[in-house]
């Protein structure tokens, strides 16, 4: 199983940016998007690429967060949040069932300037890894998305400068340090110990071009999938988004 992740910043300007031919080639068994910022009916005159089903879950508030599957693999069953009112209203999450595991798309919360969003952030680290471990109890989980947390500070190429940015808090790190301890793999850094790898960078100051950036969106395996693990990576050279997208192989 193919599974890819990306946060598009709106959906409707990558549009015009190469999504299509970005999800044509790329042949996914399951494409995850956050941030979509859209109605479906928004991009109903959109053709998207042959073979995938589409499912959204857009936010109550209008062009505002938002999440999509697209998805080739025939999901046994589609759902949307993650069973906490307080966290559904802004379509943040989605979970496609399949017959051997479950994939949850998700749109972590961002802690906003001076931490002032710290406890709705915080409530939903514990509210999603809540969510995922009742899922577990039936069979595997994937949750991928962009986790709005560098994790180390290896995770960012200016991690002195950062501390206590958001994203870059002790109390963002310490829910990340949460979903590790209940055993779920950072599937990247599984295959890649090593520096200088991001997957957001702003666009101010010709950033991503200096590599300038945040390792911010993840896949996340269960423990119980570690065998299966074949490959995970990141496509920094994917543009249209201050994001790029982020993959993970399975057995």
């Keep these: 199983m193919k599974i890819l992740s990306w946060n598009v910043n709106g959906v409707r300007a990558a549009l015009g940016k ?9 042949k996914a068994d399951v ?16 053709v998207w690429p042959a073979g995938y089903t589409v499912h959204w879950n857009a936010a109550e508030k209008k062009g505002y967060s ?11 069953a589609v759902t949307t949040g993650i069973g906490s ?17 479950y994939v949850v798309g998700v749109y972590v919360p961002n802690a906003q300037p001076e931490l002032a969003r ?13 969510y995922v471990k009742k899922l577990e109890k039936k069979k595997p989980v994937v949750f991928c998305g962009d ?4 994790h180390e500070a290896i995770d960012l190429a200016r991690p002195k400068e950062n501390v206590g940015s958001p994203g870059c808090s002790d109390q963002e790190r310490a829910g990340f340090r949460d979903y590790l301890a209940a055993g779920y793999v950072d599937t990247f850094r599984h295959f890649e110990p090593g520096p200088d790898h991001y997957s957001w ?8 071009e200096r590599n300038i950036g945040w390792r911010i ?18 496509e920094p050279q994917v543009m249209g988004s201050d994001h790029c997208p982020v993959g993970l192989e399975l057995a």
């Design 66 to 76: 938002g999440t999509a599957f697209f998805l080739r693999r025939q999901p046994l």
């Design 118 to 130: 710290i406890d709705f952030r915080q409530a939903w680290d514990r509210a999603l890894l809540a």
């Design 85 to 101: 009112p307080l966290h559904d209203a802004e379509g943040r999450a989605m979970t496609a069932e399949f017959a051997d595991c």
């Design 201 to 208: 960078w702003t666009y101010r100051a010709g950033a991503r």
């Design 147 to 150: 986790l709005n947390v560098a």
């Design 217 to 234: 969106d993840y896949l996340m395996a269960s423990a119980g999938l570690k065998s299966q693990l074949q490959r995970a990576w990141i």
């Design 31 to 46: 494409i995850c998007l956050q941030e979509v910022k859209a109605l479906p009916g928004d991009v109903q005159g959109v």
């Design 18 to 26: 190469g999504l299509l031919d970005w999800m044509a080639a790329a």
